[in-house]
């Protein structure tokens, strides 16, 4: 394999620095899913732990860095699930955290932000005018800037899942893997093309922001004007030129679907799983919804990433979702 940025010797060391509440996290056949699927269905838990989402395993790494720099502090941007992780690793290690998010991104995950005890600044605007605001404080603070998928302790943290499905005994050849910023891509991606290479990486993202997608399929960074989803956790307009290098290396295939499929893969998951998720975590079962005949008699695991949701927005989704019977 051509070399990524990541270094799975790297990625092992920082299973070592990771709090263990975030470690080997449930991996189960869910057999209630597969009639309406056609194929053989795993599932990867990341949301059952105290920030509902996989993103602690990277700033976990951050965190346990920056606690020995004499700036004891950090600045994100985020859509509410990397501000609500840096925020937790943040405060068990004494560290000032400030999160600049959209005033429009999901109250549920603002509100617990600032329960974590970091300081939220809202911006008028999407994600990208988050970032640049997240830039413009470091800048003034002179403080570290936590910049998901760019820097690589974000994605080696993700790319502890990869070792966590490469050691399992569940025998798939498939995985499906929400994409936003590339960070859980890139680096479950190159753990399993570094140690499963036989192993298809597939990556999923919103029609309705399908800018990385997009770049993936035309080698180049492509970026949008506008992200229409409900999966907020991956709606980004402008790609990073060294996740995009990445990818290429990684990636088997990148598809993007229709916001019905991520809803009745919500509702799937409900009544079948017994999980509530946030749209960004249905995106695997989206992905067999609209191509049946592609997993048909595969072993493909899904990894369900975040379950930091609006309960308003949730119920009026999931409940005018179409039920799926076997």
């Not at 998901?148 to 302790?153: A, F, G, K, V, Y």
């Not at 050849?173 to 399993?192: E, P, Q, R, S």
């Amino acid at each position: 394999m051509q070399e990524t940025r990541l270094d799975t010797a790297r990625i092992r060391a920082a299973r070592r620095v990771i709090d263990p509440v975030y470690l080997d996290t449930p991996l189960y056949r869910c057999e209630a899913l597969e009639p309406g699927l056609g194929c053989t269905v795993s599932i990867k838990l990341e949301t059952a732990n105290p920030v509902r989402s996989f993103k602690a395993r990277g700033t976990e790494v951050v965190a346990s860095l920056l606690a020995e720099n004499a700036s004891r502090a950090a600045v994100c941007a985020s859509a509410g699930n990397l501000g609500q992780a840096l925020a937790w690793s943040g405060r068990g290690r004494g560290l000032d955290v400030t999160v600049v998010a959209s005033r429009f991104a999901t109250r549920a995950k603002l509100d617990r932000i600032r329960a974590l005890d970091a300081v939220l600044e809202l911006v008028d605007g999407d994600h990208e005018m988050a970032r640049e605001r997240a830039a413009s404080i470091a800048r003034y603070d002179g403080i570290r800037l936590v910049e998901d998928s760019l820097d690589i302790e974000t994605c080696e943290g993700a790319a502890t899942i990869g070792l966590e499905l490469v050691d399992s005994t569940t025998p798939f050849d498939a995985v499906l893997i929400a994409l936003g910023g590339g960070a859980l891509a890139t680096g479950v991606g190159h753990v399993l093309k570094a140690l499963a290479p036989e192993v298809e990486v597939i990556c999923v993202q919103p029609l309705g922001a399908p800018a990385l997608t997009h770049s993936w399929r035309q080698r180049r960074v492509v970026t949008t004007g506008s992200a229409n989803t409900i999966a907020d956790g991956v709606a980004g307009r402008c790609p990073i030129p060294a996740v995009l290098d990445d990818l290429l290396l990684v990636a088997d295939a990148a598809v993007l679907v229709q916001e019905a499929s991520i809803i009745a893969g919500m509702r799937m998951l409900l009544d079948h799983a017994g999980l509530v998720v946030e749209p960004s975590a249905a995106l695997g079962i989206a992905a067999i919804l609209e191509d049946r005949d592609r997993f048909a008699g595969r072993h493909v695991v899904t990894i369900v990433c975040g379950s930091n949701v609006d309960m308003d927005a949730y119920h009026q989704w999931v409940g005018a979702a179409p039920i799926y019977k076997s």
